[in-house]
């Protein structure tokens, strides 16, 4: 019987072949597997588009509620700029003192000196 020498250079171009093949199959099987799972992507995508649906349906609810905050707070401001009090507030601060405040908005002499004293004094 012959005796089987391999050499270090022998060995190497075995082990640089079955690393080709290793790496051609790898890439073989990740492009199939990409192609070749389309149901998959489908029962992996259901249960991310209930999710989306969910999450939509959170959004327009939102949406529902600010349009009402945004509404109530249009009131809110509307109703306080027609109070004889904002309106002193905006004359107090324009400089008017507390005899014409009193005379203008319809309120006490002792509040539109109060009004003068808080407003001047911010604005100062």
């Known amino acids: ?3 089987l020498v391999i050499t270090w250079r022998e060995l190497l171009i075995v082990v640089v072949l ?3 093949v290793y790496i051609a199959e790898v890439l073989l099987l990740t492009r199939k597997g990409k192609a070749g799972r389309p149901w998959r992507k489908e029962e992996e995508s259901e249960p991310k ?3 989306l ?3 939509e ?3 327009a609810q939102l949406r529902e509620q600010v349009l009402k905050l945004r509404s109530e707070l249009d009131q809110m401001q509307t109703l306080q700029a027609k109070t004889p009090y904002s309106q002193a507030i905006q004359l107090a601060q324009q400089g008017l003192d507390a ?3 009193a005379a203008n908005c319809g309120i006490s002499r002792g509040e539109a000196e109060l009004i003068v004293a808080l ?6």
Do not use: F, S, V
Request: proline fraction near 0%; avoid cysteine; charge should be negative.
């Open 1 to 3: 019987m012959e005796a």
């Open 18 to 20: 079955i690393l080709a």
């Open 49 to 51: 588009l209930k999710q």
């Open 53 to 55: 649906e969910a999450i």
């Open 57 to 59: 349906g959170e959004l």
């Open 99 to 101: 005899n014409q405040l």
């Open 119 to 124: 407003y001047r004094a911010n604005a100062t």
